[in-house]
Structure formats: C-alpha cells, structure tokens
C-alpha cells in the first residue's frame, strides 16, 4: 500500500515539475516587447512581474509601472489598487501610446509626471496573482 502512495507522490510531483516549467515560460518579457514595440503594438501579451510605482487615479483607475527583471513598462487599469507586495500575472494589449483625458492630464501633473513619460503602455485585460491562477486552473 505504501508503495502505491509513493508512486502517486513521484507522479504528482512530475506533473507539477512539468506543468510549472511550460508556464513559466508562456510569459513575454518586458525587453522583448519594448524592442520588438511595432511587432507587438495592439497585441494581447502575458506578463509576470512585480508593481513599482502606483497612482490612483480616481474614478478612472490606476496606472502602475511592472517590472519582470528584464525591463519595465507602465500599465493602466481599471482597478483601484494594486497589491504592492507579491507578483503578479496580467494580460493586457500593448498601446505605442496613452490616451487620456485632459482631466486625467491635470491629475498627473499633481504627480509632476508627463504624458510623454509613458511611452508604451500595457491597457490591462486581466490581472491575478499566483494563487487565483492555480485556483483557475484546477477548477
């Protein structure tokens, strides 16, 4: 019998080898995208990473800049917060550039930041950490 659990054990274990090698690497990198920008301008991409900078930006958003270790870029979401203190998981459709409203332009200037300083920005579809995405996948 205990033979058995053994072996149920090494099989589990292989899966969850196998399975965290091939997602782990479904992700685009940062640098790729920012040195490829006309390839991936208006496509959907899968990034994990960690926030730097947040702002609220009230009744529009937020706007956060994500690092992967390979570069960074700003997003904007439709999201309030943004949990500072783990990775996470987003997809979201690459923008050359931001559009905003001259309400939004006023409330950055608060922040002494400049449209020009957002470069290309990721509009954000989908965003989870790595718990949810484990709990999705076994649903």
């Given at each position: 019998m205990a033979k058995w659990k053994l072996n149920i054990l090494i099989i589990l274990s292989a899966f969850i080898i196998i399975f965290s090698m091939i997602w782990m690497n479904s992700f685009d990198n940062i640098e790729d995208i920012l040195a490829n920008i006309d390839y991936h301008k208006e496509k959907i991409v899968h990034?994990?990473?960690?926030?730097?900078s947040f702002f609220c930006l009230p009744f529009t958003g937020s706007l956060y800049k994500l690092t992967d270790g390979t570069g960074s870029i700003w997003v904007i979401s439709k999201e309030d917060t943004v949990n500072k203190t783990s990775s996470m998981y987003i997809s979201g459709k690459i923008m050359t550039h931001l559009n905003i409203s001259s309400d939004l332009d006023e409330k950055l200037k608060?922040?002494?930041?400049?449209?020009?300083?957002?470069?290309?920005?990721?509009?954000?579809i989908k965003r989870e950490n790595f718990f949810t995405t484990l709990r999705n996948i076994f649903k």
């Open positions: 990034l994990k990473g960690e926030p730097l608060q922040y002494n930041l400049k449209i020009n300083n957002f470069g290309p920005v990721i509009q954000e």
